[in-house]
Every structure is written in C-alpha cells, then in structure tokens.
C-alpha cells in the first residue's frame, strides 16, 4: 500500500527555522507534482505550497518569501523549509500528490508549533 510519511516538526520560537521531510513509497513519485498542507485547530486543512515533476513551485501568499519547497526524486522526497516562523504558522502538516484527483489516503501528518 503506498503511503505518505512526514516527519521533521516540532517546536520552535517566533523566528525560527524547520525543515519538514515526506517520503512518498510509491514508484511513479516522479510524475507527480506534490504539495504541502497545514491544518491549524478548529480550521480547513489549507495548501501551502507545491512543486511540479519539472521543479516549478508555487506558494500561497501567506508563506511567501518564507518557505522553500524542493523535492528529490531519487528519494521519493519532498522537503519544506520554513524560515521566518510566525505563531500563525501552528499547524499539522501533510503532503500529498496534487491535485486531489491523484490524491493518496492522508498521513499522520507533522506537528509544528511556533511559541516563545
């Protein structure tokens, strides 16, 4: 069964860094572009960012400037790194394969939390 594992989160201060992994166990993770979610409490799970089989990224406005997504498709990984963190950055963080039509079954997804 092929699945989604993010891993990387934790707590951090206002400010800081932090640099989220997921490893996608299926064979065809090349061909898809993929995409990084966040679920904050009590809200929609929200896009962040994605990037494309060719390397083209895309971001929502909020993480601008902030946060880097990259991929490495030896490894069946994509990365986000987040600078700059904000507490408004508090969420569970997922990947998944885009759009929602190629979608796999969600994660567990990674916590990150931003408090001094």
């Known amino acids: 069964q092929v699945q989604l594992a993010e891993s990387g989160g934790g707590l951090v201060q206002p400010g800081g860094s932090l640099r989220l992994s997921c490893v996608d166990s299926g064979i065809f993770f090349n061909i898809y572009t993929m995409g990084w979610f966040r679920q904050a409490p009590g809200k929609q799970r929200e896009l962040v960012a994605t990037?494309?089989?060719?390397?083209?990224?895309n971001y929502a406005d909020s993480v601008k400037g902030r946060f880097t997504i990259s991929r490495d498709n030896a490894k069946n990984t994509v990365y986000l790194q987040m600078n700059s963190l904000k507490p408004e950055d508090t969420a569970v963080y997922y990947c998944?394969?885009?759009?929602?039509?190629?979608?796999?079954?969600w994660g567990q997804g990674t916590q990150v939390t931003v408090s001094s």
């Open positions: 998944n394969r885009s759009p929602m039509s190629v979608a796999l079954p």
């Open positions: 990037i494309t089989n060719a390397g083209s990224t």
